[in-house]
């Protein structure tokens, strides 16, 4: 097997690099099996290392300076998956990760026949399904009808009743194309320039953070992630930090016409990571509909969420002019206590947007996704942002919301 990497950004776009080694140093030096170059400044000079222990490969990041992000996630020892994407550096090369296996060799399947101790080919156990079945008689097929036909009856009636009892309201529910054309446009694509600060509060490097927030009022709020404008707290540094500019790119608008931003509220410890922004600028579109009731919400339900995976890198890929959140689409695997466990897969970027039900309504805040498992992300009940602005959406956020809000208060 061979671990391969394709450049996804830069001028070595779509070029690819094959490996049959068991370790694979990768850095900006050239002594590197994967050179990245010199060019790469948000590389170290021994970056990480690819290595491969039985048919996994894992990642180690080897002290770097800018860290290394696999979907959009910090790591530091990491499984590798097919199609994961590899960030060495925040902001720097982008590589996709890949493994080509040998051919598979077709091998014969064998089975102990019944009493025989002697073993059973594919092509007999063939020949065994080819031969015709014994025929029962009437009387045989009598009963049989008659027991299908009872199982069929009961199992209708059981649809019946799990249907009323577990599916959604078709006149309430909502086409993936409704809930992107009434949502999308409440969804903005959030950046962060932040300072990084040693102990004694000197600046030792600038860095800046993509991500999603959703438009929740009409002056102007905005619910997002709190690790999306406050990157430090989540690192495993002990430097401290300060932010120098936030700033939205409201849908259908280009990056050049981004609005300032600034931090309005923060949730009370970092682990809730809900962060509250404000726009400089009235909202034309919000949010519509809250569910903040997670009792609500159940394992198999269907869910949407909106936003920029991967931020302006995406716009740069697309030649887009304009940004215009992306939907993906997945169901909830388990409502936990302080998550809510989503099946999808998610990237960098689209930290922060909304989560929507097939009503239309807000469910959460996306949060994470395990670099281990990356088909499960998690989800920040939106209950935990509300809270925090209860006093002032109550007169600025849609009539048809209303009502959910109220009922919302009334809980907490």
């Known amino acids: 097997m061979r671990a391969t990497f394709t450049y996804l950004i830069g001028p070595q776009k779509g070029e690819r690099a094959e490996f049959d080694s068991t370790a694979i140093s ?24 690819v290595f491969r222990r039985g048919n996994q490969y894992l990642l180690r990041d080897l002290g770097s300076t800018n860290g290394t992000m696999i979907n959009g996630r910090r790591v530091v020892v990491s499984e590798l998956n097919p199609d994961d994407m590899i960030e060495f550096g925040a902001g720097g090369p982008l590589l996709r990760f890949g493994v080509d296996h040998p051919e598979d060799h077709i091998q014969t399947i064998s089975t102990k026949m019944p009493g025989t101790g002697r073993d059973r080919s594919t092509a007999d156990l063939r020949d065994a399904m080819s031969e015709p079945p014994s025929v029962p008689g009437p009387k045989a097929n009598a009963t ?40 999308g446009p409440t969804v903005v694509l959030l950046r962060a320039e932040f300072e990084l600060l040693d102990s004694s509060g000197q600046v030792t490097t600038t860095e800046a953070r993509t991500g999603s927030g959703f438009i929740v009022s009409s002056d102007g709020l905005i619910i997002t992630n709190r690790h999306l404008v406050r990157d430090w707290e989540y690192s495993s540094s002990s430097a401290s930090g300060r932010i120098t500019k936030i700033e939205a790119i409201l849908p259908r608008h280009m990056v050049e016409e981004a609005v300032p931003a600034e931090v309005y509220k923060l949730g009370p410890e970092k682990a809730a990571d809900v962060a509250i ?5 009235p909202a034309q579109q919000f949010v519509q509909g809250f569910e903040g009731d997670t009792s609500n919400t159940n394992p198999g339900d269907e869910v949407v969420v909106i936003g920029y995976p991967l931020g302006l890198e995406l716009l740069h890929w697309t030649r887009d002019t304009t ?20 099946n999808l897969r998610a990237y960098h970027g689209n930290s922060g947007g909304p989560v929507l039900n097939r009503k239309g309504q807000v469910i959460g805040i996306l949060t ?20 925090l602005v209860k006093n002032e959406m109550g007169d600025n956020i849609d009539s048809s919301a209303r009502v959910q809000f109220q009922s919302f208060l009334t809980k907490h």
């Open 26 to 49: 990768i850095g900006r030096a050239a002594n590197n099996m994967l050179c990245l170059g010199d060019g790469a400044r948000r590389v170290s000079s021994h970056h990480a290392e």
């Open 144 to 183: 049989l009808i008659a027991a299908l036909t009872a199982a069929m009856v009961l199992g209708g009636l059981a649809g019946i009743f799990a249907s009323s009892r577990f599916r959604p309201n078709e006149s309430e529910s909502m086409s993936y194309a409704e809930i992107a054309e009434r949502s």
């Open 277 to 281: 922004l404000k726009l400089s600028l």
């Open 323 to 342: 940004a215009n959140p992306s939907l993906s689409t997945g169901i909830v695997s388990r409502v936990g206590h302080d998550f809510i466990q989503l």
């Open 368 to 387: 994470a996704n395990l670099g281990s498992a990356q088909d499960i992300a998690l989800c920040t009940p939106i209950s935990a942002a509300l809270a």
